[in-house]
Every structure is written in structure tokens, then in C-alpha cells.
């Protein structure tokens, strides 16, 4: 189990993700708001690669190239004096945290990386053993975020007291590294702790609360209806439950529910009463942030307006 | 009798036993006779030496010649060391003038050439002969042991091993934390037969036994009564317990008068949290001492409001609220732990939704439920029924004041539905790798939820009953009794579900793969039963920590040998039993209290207790007092009021970590001081052998366990033993090598057990210490820690070494 009181708030390298760039920038940069605030010391990198999950989940990278990729990775956080790579997503995080693990242990694909590198003439991107810790140079934002709850609640603008909010943790996040999270893996509350500190009032255990989204990165492709039908499923609980606001922590999650909800809703003739955010947009709200320059709702599919009216945001 | 200062051995005498051929076989013994008997040295020899002759021939040649010395040439002393002890002692003789040079496990058995070991067997004589030069003769210790014991927990395992101290002749001690004794056993309404393949009442086996605490002569029962410290050592503790005040005075007759005009309902622990108590009650209706509690947190009168109605009904006048915390201090020998188990905390697993849904349970809640004294009277309701009518005001009853109330059905004709389809849920938080849960098997779950499956399809045949389970662990003749559980045509589905979902209509849906046929199903159940993992009680852990016992990764307390101790805590003098050891059903629990209080017998009637004196003995001319040695990790030395530095017998076990300490040289370990480990050494050592030192216990074994096994090495190993090697300091090693040893190896115990768990570290940094301070030298000292079975490898070890020292000669 990974100690709350062992997650830094120095030297973070803000690891950007593509799914959050492209679909929803607004939690980068609600997340960056959010740091500052806190005071956390991270810097972003713009020679920071993908991790390539999507590609990698999708059968277009095999696990060599991904373990390259992420060694470069893993030398930029370095050179630049941020090793403690903090990733917005949680396939990031899993996908960096495996590759690390894998470089450290497994002696021939650390010398197939290592030759690769050296052919081309990047001599500065070879990565010897323990160059990094699987265990502590890898986190989520969300840890982050918990880590800093007590200075969230003094910090809070804006008090989100009676909103019924449903935690939808990420398995890439819980499942994937399940010996290597905060509290118990079968039942995670960072997102609830997170928000109860904000004043809302987290629905602690609802039913499929540990189903997956359903996006299983090719399978939202190749077999749709299965891959929404289980989208469905947990939004048909969530409803049941009386949840207006699902809070993520990984935009693949966000995807799905968000992107797809109208369409789910469309597709099987049913109604859905609730909106999706990040946990960094929500905290960024509180906090007192913009709801369109500092948490692009505006990129959002459900319509976030009427929330924010309801709790006289907007 | 010497005074410590003879020198020479005109007063010294050799015996050879010969082994019946054993010995004599591969030792030439009249060759060994005739060279030390040139030199001035009485030599006797016997076919057996360990027979009562042998005995006589040993103690008539001490007496005749006025003997202050022997040695004694044999088998292993391990085998014989306390017959020949006893044997010298008996002529008066200090057993500090009695050595035992091992002739057979580590000569005659090893060495198949002839010369050799008669060379070897010759220099083993020497080096005794040589130890014995300076006499240090050893005191014997003895202390008293305080005739009583202490028992803690009136559970079955507490009530089991009270009575048996009792009955034999042990005063006893009984503390309870709760109002009365019968723990958890007093909880469940029936219990398991295997061999009869039915429930029996518990409380018909459990009351009789309570009401025999109760009346005993020898037992002193406290309940109410909590440990608030532990000091003193094996023998002699001293142990401080606070008495709560129950506002009950002894004259109570437990008539119940009180309980029924007590305005205020509280919630009972005792059944599971159903409000079904006053705040002055009895525990239970078979409380023993049957004597009413109020509650201070709930009693009015004692909260300031003027109610006093319980005092007005009393006619025996036995209400006092004026009564107070009393604190008792006891004096007594040994202890034993009995403080048993809680449930595992199921809400841990939401996913099964305990806590969250009102129809799911625990095993145990269960039981109570199904306990004629329980909150339903024994009849099995669902619980969203039933606490619907809990909630409706009760009359003045309690489970207490209502023994005779056994025509009770009629009194739930109001909706409350029998649960038609019950799900069990298997190993919830037992083999449960995930963070929050087990890893080890509560090994009494599988039974109770087949003895509750049993019962129930007994009362209730048309219930449905499905048993998730992971494996079905029906150990020994419980087998039978599964099988029997199987033909009522229970449901077996092997799968360890994933999430219990609530419907509407408050009925449950369990969703489990059945891993038999791979297919998910969803269960539908009016009631879950979760059988919750066994975890060290509350009570186990704080005594735990009061006693300063060892504690398994999990809070039990540990043994000190799961297979030879397995009732031995990890101090001297204290003693484990039942559930607060391992997780247990009641039958092992009750042998294992029945061991407890055998052990705990032994140890208090071996009084005044003559104590290992090979232990640490401080010398206070030397003692500069600077506090080094009270690093000592069994915290067996101490400063006294005046500032000296006084050492306790009991504790100490001579391992010598404190010698290395000491740099004074002020603290040395009676039998092994650095003078008579020198004095062997020059003995026992020829140029190019290589020296070992071995520590007393396992390792000693093993090299005796080579000989044992037919196997050999070299005649030029030697080998001393040390109470541990952490004895063995530069100065003894420089020693060895300057009388000719080639290399010099530390055969150490395993970290096995506890107290080889504290010193084997010692062991090896002390080791690696050494091995930097001895610089060029450091390269010819070897560390090997050996276990019992492994003498093919020592042997291979020992022959490797002394190769190489035959090639330096």
C-alpha cells in the first residue's frame, strides 16, 4: 500500500496525456491551477512523448517499443531534475510504472532499449538499472491532490455542500497496480475524499461501483455494443442512486461517459441525470476557478450549465 | 571443594567410556590411557560409562582419590551431560569441575581412521584437562516461584485452563473484561459434533463449566476487571488489574426487578447491537458471577438525573452507586493469555455490503440470531423485518428477565418473514491476499457455516441454502459431517463472489462466477451470511503489547514452537491458549488450554527453580558502569537503585551479546569466560586444524547429527562450544591462530525461533565486525548457519576447510 504520507509535492514532472490534450484540455490545465495554488513544484516538459497506451492497448505498439518510449520518457524527467512522473491519466501512470518495473528486472529488455538508443546516437536516453523506482517516482495527480486535502478544504471558494457525487476510479489506477495504492484497493476513496473536502457528499459504495467504464480501448470499436452496454450498466446504478455528478480521474473514463451518454441515451431510449467532471476541475471550482478558461467545460459533451446554475456558479 | 586457585591437576582424574565399541573401536584407548598417564594424569576406563556401575566407578574413584576435576570422555554431553552432572554433583563436587569431551558424535563416528582419531580424541582430554587448570567453580541459582497463577479471558480457553490449574491444586486467578465470564462460545448457540453428526447446545456444555469457575476453591474470579501492567519475571510477576465498578453489590440475586424498571434501553453487545438491554442488566441470562452491571455511560442516576428506580425495586438492597474503580495487585508465577478473537471488520469489503444492506450478516450475528436467547428467540427472520418491529416500543422485558419465555412465536405474526433463499459467503477476509485482508484460512469458518446451513435446514426445510466457498476445509472427521450437510441438499458453488446488490424490495443478489463451469450467476437471497475471517480480539492485541509478547504478522500471539512449544509465549513463565495464538475452533481450543495450564503447572511447582547458571555474570570491580551492556536485546540487564548493573536469571539466556559489549571485559558467561575458552583452545589445537565454534543449540545438533549419519570429516576439525559465537571476540580468534589454526568458522543456530530470531542478527554483524577489525586475517574466519538435516553440508564444509589448512601445514 502506498502511504499517503510518502506522495512528494516537490519535483513532479506533470506528464501530459494525449486523451486529456485532445478531449478535454481543460483538466491540464485545472490541474496546473490547482497545483499552484497548493503550492506544488512541478514543471511540464514539452519533449515528453506519449506513452503510447492507447496504441499499446489497441495492438499498434508492442510492449518493446512502448518500454523504449517510455525510457526516453523516463530521461527527460530525469535531465530535467523532475523524476517524479505525475500523469494526469491513469493509463499513463500504469503504463510508465509497468515499463519502469520491466526495465529494472528484466535484463534483456534493458539491453535491447539500452542497444537501440545507442545505435541511433542517443547515448543520454540509456537507462540503468534503478535509474528509477517503480514504487516512488510514479503517481497519479489524483494521490497528489489527496495528499494536499486538508489544504483543499482551507483553500475552498466555493462549498459544493448536499451535491450528491458518485467516485468512478480508474482500473488502470486501482486494478492494474493494485499492491500500490492508497488505501484498499477494493474499495479506493481518493475521488470521495477528495470531494467531501470540497463539501460534497460522496455516495461512498453504490452498486458496479467497481465495474469498469467499458471503454476498453479497441473493444469501443470493434464490439460497440457490448463496450456500451456496460457503460450502461453503471450509469443505470448511478441514476438508481440518486448521483447528479460522477467525478473521474482518468480521461479515458471521462470519454466514455461523457462522449457517450448522449448517445447511450439515444441508442436505448433512456435519460440520464448527471454530468461528468475530472476531480482537478472539480477541486479547481472550489477553489474558485473559471468553469470555461481554467476548466474547459466548454469541450465537455454533456452540458455542464445546468449544474453550475443549480450551485450558482454561473 | 576448591576454593579456585589450585593449580595443577594432581587432584584431576580422565574417564573413558568406551561405547561398548563404539568409542573403543576407532579410539585407542589403552594408547590414550598410557600417554596421559605419563603425564601424571589418572586414567579410568569403562565399557559404558553412562550405566549405573559406570556411575558408581565415577563417583567411588572422586571420593577415594579426593578428586576436584574430571573429565569425563564419551558421547555427545547433549545425550548424557545431565546424568554425569547429577552423577559428580552427588559427591559434593561443583559441576564447574566436571568437562565432557565428545568422543563419539564428533570423534569416533567421524574420523574411520584410527590414528586420527585417537590424536583427536587425545587432544579433545587435553583440552578439557586444560579448562579445568583454572577451576571457575559455577553458583548455583534458584529462585522462588509464587505458588498462583494468573488466567486472562473467560472465554472457553480461559474457563478450560483455569479449571484445570484448579483441580490440580493451582490457586487460580480468573479476569474477564466483560461482566461475566463465557466469551464467544457463550455467544453461539450450538455448536458442531462430528462424530454424532449433529449441534449440540453450547451453553448446556458451556454453563456447567462457567457455574464450576464460579464454586471452585482454588479460583478467584474478576470480572469486570481489566491488565493495566505487567512488571517482575518468570516466577515472580507482578500484576496490576483495575476493577470496574458494576453498582452491584454481591447480595444482588439477579431476581431482574431491576432491569424491568430501568427506564433506558441500550444497545447489546452481547446480541449483536439489537436494542434489546437496559442499562442494567445481566451479560447474558447464564451470566456467571450472576450478578447485574449498570452501564455508567447509559445509567441516569449516574449521569446526574435523579432516577434511582433500579435501587427502589431491589429488595435485597444491592444497588450502590457510590462504588468505585478498585485497583488489585497480584503476585503470581505464571500466566496464561486467553484473551481470544474478534470478526474481521466486514464492512472492509463494501462490495458485499455489510453495513450498507440491512439483510446481509456475519456468521456470528447469525448465531445469535438463531440463539434461543438471542433478539429473535431463536427464530431465524429477516433482519429488515425484524429490526422494523425492534424499533416499535418493547415492553419492560429483557433478555435476562424473560428466561421462561420460550412460547415466543406468536409474538412475530407481524409481516416478519423467514429468509426462503440464504447465500453464505466463504473466507471473507481469510485468504484474501488484497491489502485489509488474511492470508491465512480462520480454519473454523467452513464448519459453522455448514453447522448453520444444517440447522437451519433442520427448522426451516424448504429454505434454500448456497455455501460460496473457495475450498470446503473439513478437516479429520468433519469430513463425515459435510458429507451429511451435503445429502440435506445444501448448494455448493465454488466461487468467491464479487458484489452482493440490494433490491427494492430489500431481498439481495449475489453475483459469483462459478468457477466449476465458468459462468457468472446471480444469487437471489433474502439473507447473505458472510463467514468473517478470526482476528486477534482487541483484548489479544493490548495484552500483547502489556506483556511485551511476541506477535505474528497478523496481532496473534506467538508461540514459541509451533510443534514443541506450541503453548509457550515468547517469556519465560507465560503461557498461550485458544484464539488468541491462531485461529481455532472451540475443540483445539479447549487441548490447547488444557496444555497451557499443564505447562503452566510444571513451571510454578518447579519451585525454588534452579535456574541455567551458564549465564552472564557481571563483575563489579570491573563494571566502569558506563551502560553498554544494557543494549542486552532480552532487556535482561538493568541498573540497580545504587547504580550498579544487576543482571536477572530468569530473562538472561546466555547468549553473551553483552560480552562483546562490555569493553571492560566486566561481563562474562559462567562456563565459557575468555579464560576457560583460551585454556581450550591451547588444548585442543595442533598446527594447521581448523577451529570451529559452535553455538549450544541447533548447531551443536546438526555437527552431532553428522556423526549420526555415517558421515566423516577431517581429524583435524576441532570444534568448541560457545553458548552463541557472539562470545567468540577478536581476541579469542587472534588466540586460536597464533596456536596454529589454519581457519576458524562460526557455526550458528537459524533464526528459527524467537529468541534466535534476536540474536542470529547479532550473530552476523558481529561476524562481519570481526572479519573488518582482523584485517589480513579476516580472510581465514567463515560464518555458516546450519540446520539439523544439514550435516551433509556442514560435513562437506568442515572437510573443504581443513583441506586447505593441510595444505598451509
Known amino acids: ?314 | 571443594m576448591t576454593d579456585g586457585t589450585t593449580d595443577g591437576l594432581d587432584k584431576a582424574a580422565v574417564f573413558i567410556c568406551h561405547c561398548s565399541g563404539n568409542i573403543s573401536e576407532h579410539v585407542d584407548i589403552d594408547a590414550v590411557k598410557k600417554t596421559l598417564k605419563a603425564e601424571g594424569i589418572s586414567v579410568f576406563d569403562y565399557e559404558y560409562l553412562c550405566s549405573s556401575q559406570g556411575q558408581s566407578l565415577i563417583k567411588n574413584k572422586i571420593l577415594e582419590g579426593n578428586l576436584d576435576r574430571v573429565v569425563i570422555g564419551s558421547c555427545t554431553p547433549s545425550k548424557h551431560g545431565t546424568l554425569f552432572k547429577k552423577c559428580v554433583q552427588e559427591t559434593g563436587l561443583n559441576r564447574g569441575g566436571l568437562e565432557i569431551a565428545n568422543l563419539r558424535e564428533q570423534c569416533a563416528w567421524v574420523h574411520p581412521d584410527r590414528t586420527g582419531a585417537t590424536e583427536k580424541a587425545l587432544s579433545l582430554l587435553r583440552a578439557k584437562l586444560k579448562r579445568l587448570e583454572n577451576i571457575e567453580p559455577l553458583e548455583e541459582i534458584k529462585v522462588d516461584i509464587a505458588q498462583q497463577a494468573l488466567v486472562i479471558g473467560g472465554g472457553i480457553a480461559g474457563i478450560t485452563a483455569a479449571l484445570n490449574l484448579a483441580d490440580n491444586g493451582i490457586s487460580t486467578f480468573l479476569v474477564e473484561k466483560d461482566s461475566s465470564i463465557g466469551g464467544q462460545m457463550a455467544k453461539i448457540g450450538k455448536i458442531f459434533s462430528p462424530d454424532k453428526l449433529a449441534e449440540e447446545c453450547a451453553m448446556c456444555s458451556l454453563s456447567p463449566l462457567m457455574n464450576e469457575v464460579a464454586a471452585h476453591p482454588k479460583i478467584s474470579l474478576l470480572t469486570w476487571t481489566e491488565i493495566e501492567s505487567l512488571s517482575g519475571s518468570a516466577g515472580n510477576f507482578m500484576v496490576r488489574l483495575k476493577k470496574k465498578p458494576r453498582y452491584v453489590k454481591d447480595s444482588c440475586t439477579a431476581c431482574g426487578r431491576c432491569s424491568r424498571v430501568c427506564p433506558v434501553p441500550v444497545e447489546d453487545e452481547f446480541n449483536c447491537g439489537y436494542m434489546d438491554k437496559k442499562a442494567i442488566s445481566l451479560r447474558f441470562s447464564q451470566s456467571v458471577p450472576k450478578i447485574y452491571c449498570i452501564d455508567p455511560d447509559y445509567c441516569l442516576q449516574l449521569n446526574g438525573e435523579a432516577c434511582g428506580k433500579c435501587a427502589t425495586a431491589c429488595k435485597t438492597g444491592a444497588i450502590d452507586f457510590s462504588q468505585k474503580e478498585e485497583i488489585i495487585e497480584l503476585n503470581v508465577g505464571a500466566v496464561i493469555v486467553a484473551t481470544g478473537f474478534e470478526e474481521y471488520d466486514v464492512s472492509q469489503k463494501p462490495q458485499y455490503g455489510y453495513g450498507i444492506f440491512e439483510n446481509v450478516l456475519t456468521q456470528m450475528e447469525l448465531a445469535r440470531i438463531m440463539g434461543i436467547n438471542g433478539p429473535t428467540k431463536g427464530e431465524l427472520l429477516r433482519i429488515s423485518d425484524f429490526s422494523k418491529l425492534s424499533n416499535a416500543p418493547k415492553s419492560a422485558t429483557c433478555t435476562s428477565g424473560c428466561e421462561s419465555s420460550s412460547d415466543h412465536s406468536s409474538d412475530n405474526s407481524s409481516g416478519a418473514e423467514t429468509p426462503k433463499r440464504i447465500v453464505m459467503i466463504q473466507c471473507v477476509g481469510s485468504r484474501d491476499e488484497k491489502e485489509g485482508g488474511n492470508r491465512y484460512c480462520s480454519r473454523y469458518c467452513c464448519m459453522a457455516a455448514l453447522k448453520h446451513a444444517s440447522l437451519i435446514k433442520k427448522k426451516y426445510p424448504e429454505t434454500e441454502i448456497t455455501i460460496c466457498y473457495i475450498d470446503v476445509r473439513a478437516f479429520g472427521f468433519y469430513e463425515n459431517y459435510y458429507r451429511a450437510v451435503q445429502e440435506t441438499g445444501v448448494n455448493f458453488v465454488r466461487g468467491r463472489p464479487a458484489e452482493v446488490i440490494e433490491k427494492p424490495d430489500k431481498s439481495l443478489v449475489v453475483r459469483v462466477e462459478d468457477t466449476l463451469n465458468q459462468k457468472i450467476r446471480e444469487l437471489p437471497a433474502d439473507l447473505v451470511v458472510l463467514s468473517a475471517a478470526m482476528v486477534p480480539s482487541p483484548g489479544t492485541r493490548k495484552i500483547a503489547s502489556v506483556l511485551n509478547l511476541s506477535q505474528d504478522e497478523s496481532g496473534f500471539i506467538k508461540e514459541r514452537h509451533s510443534k514443541l512449544k506450541p503453548v509457550d509465549s515468547s517469556l519465560d513463565g507465560i503461557f498461550v491458549c485458544g484464539t488468541a495464538q491462531s485461529p481455532k475452533d472451540v475443540t483445539d481450543a479447549i487441548a490447547q488450554a488444557g496444555l497451557a495450564a499443564v505447562r503452566a503447572r510444571a513451571f510454578i511447582t518447579d519451585s525454588p527453580k534452579s535456574l541455567d547458571n551458564e549465564i552472564a555474570a557481571i563483575n563489579q570491580l570491573l563494571c566502569t558502569r558506563c551502560g553498554e551492556c544494557l543494549k542486552c536485546p532480552f532487556n535482561a540487564l538493568s541498573l540497580n537503585e545504587s547504580g550498579r548493573v544487576v543482571l536477572d536469571p530468569l530473562i538472561c539466556t546466555g547468549c553473551g551479546y553483552c560480552t562483546e559489549l562490555c569493553k571492560d571485559g566486566a561481563v562474562q558467561v559462567a562456563g565459557f569466560t575468555k579464560s576457560q575458552l583460551k585454556a581450550e583452545i591451547e588444548g585442543v589445537l595442533e598446527e594447521g586444524d581448523m577451529l570451529g565454534f559452535v553455538n549450544s543449540g541447533i548447531a551443536s545438533l546438526t555437527c552431532d547429527n553428522i556423526g549420526n549419519s555415517v558421515l566423516t570429516y577431517p581429524s583435524n576439525v576441532k570444534l568448541i562450544k560457545v553458548p552463541t559465537t557472539l562470545v567468540v571476540g577478536r581476541d579469542l580468534v587472534l588466540h586460536a591462530f597464533k596456536h596454529g589454526a589454519s581457519s576458524v568458522l562460526f557455526v550458528e543456530d537459524p533464526p528459527d525461533s524467537p529468541r534466535a530470531e534476536v540474536i542470529y542478527p547479532l550473530t552476523t554483524s558481529h561476524f562481519k565486525k570481526l572479519k573488518e577489525e582482523l584485517g589480513d586475517s579476516g580472510s581465514r574466519i567463515y560464518f555458516k548457519k546450519t540446520y539439523v538435516p544439514n550435516t551433509k553440508g556442514l560435513a562437506g564444509t568442515f572437510t573443504s576447510l581443513a583441506r586447505e589448512g593441510e595444505m598451509i601445514k
Open chain 1, 1 to 314: 500500500m502506498k502511504a499517503i504520507e510518502s506522495i512528494p509535492d516537490r519535483k513532479l514532472l506533470l506528464f501530459k496525456s494525449c486523451m486529456v490534450g485532445q478531449e478535454y484540455p481543460g483538466v491540464e490545465t485545472a490541474t496546473r491551477y490547482v497545483f499552484d495554488r497548493l503550492g506544488v513544484d512541478y514543471c511540464i516538459n514539452d519533449e515528453q512523448s506519449c506513452c503510447t497506451g492507447i496504441g499499446h492497448y489497441t495492438d499498434v505498439f508492442e510492449g518493446l517499443t512502448t518500454t523504449a518510449i517510455a525510457a526516453r520518457n523516463f530521461a527527460v524527467a530525469r535531465k530535467c531534475g523532475y523524476p517524479n512522473i505525475t500523469c494526469l491519466c491513469s493509463t499513463c501512470y500504469a503504463i510508465n510504472k509497468e515499463a519502469c518495473e520491466l526495465l529494472n528486472t528484466n535484463t534483456e529488455v534493458r539491453d535491447k532499449v539500452n542497444s537501440i538508443f545507442i545505435e541511433k546516437g542517443f547515448d543520454d536516453l540509456v537507462y540503468e538499472k534503478g535509474d528509477m523506482n517503480p514504487r516512488t517516482n510514479f503517481y497519479h495527480a489524483v494521490e497528489i491532490l489527496l495528499s494536499k486535502v486538508g489544504k483543499i478544504q482551507e483553500e475552498k471558494k466555493f462549498d459544493f455542500s448536499g451535491i450528491r457525487a458518485a467516485a468512478h476510479h480508474a482500473c488502470h489506477y486501482y486494478k492494474v497496480k493494485y499492491l500500490d495504492v492508497v488505501g484498499n484497493p477494493e474499495n479506493p476513496q481518493l475521488i470521495d475524499t477528495i470531494a467531501e473536502a470540497c463539501g460534497a457528499s460522496p455516495v461512498r459504495w453504490y452498486e458496479d461501483r467497481t465495474l469498469t467504464c467499458g471503454m476498453g480501448f479497441s473493444q469501443l470499436h470493434l464490439n460497440k455494443s457490448t463496450s456500451l452496454q456496460v457503460t450502461k450498466t453503471k450509469l443505470d446504478s448511478l441514476q438508481r442512486a440518486g448521483v447528479e455528478l460522477m467525478i473521474h480521474m482518468c480521461p479515458n473514463c471521462h470519454i466514455q461517459y461523457d462522449r457517450y451518454q448522449p448517445v447511450i441515451e439515444k441508442e436505448f431510449g433512456v435519460e440520464y441525470d448527471m454530468v461528468h467532471m475530472n476531480i482537478a476541475q472539480f477541486v479547481a471550482l472550489s477553489l474558485g476557478a473559471d468553469p470555461y478558461k481554467v476548466c474547459g467545460f466548454q469541450t465537455h459533451s454533456v452540458p455542464l450549465e445546468g449544474f453550475l446554475e443549480k450551485t450558482g456558479i454561473i
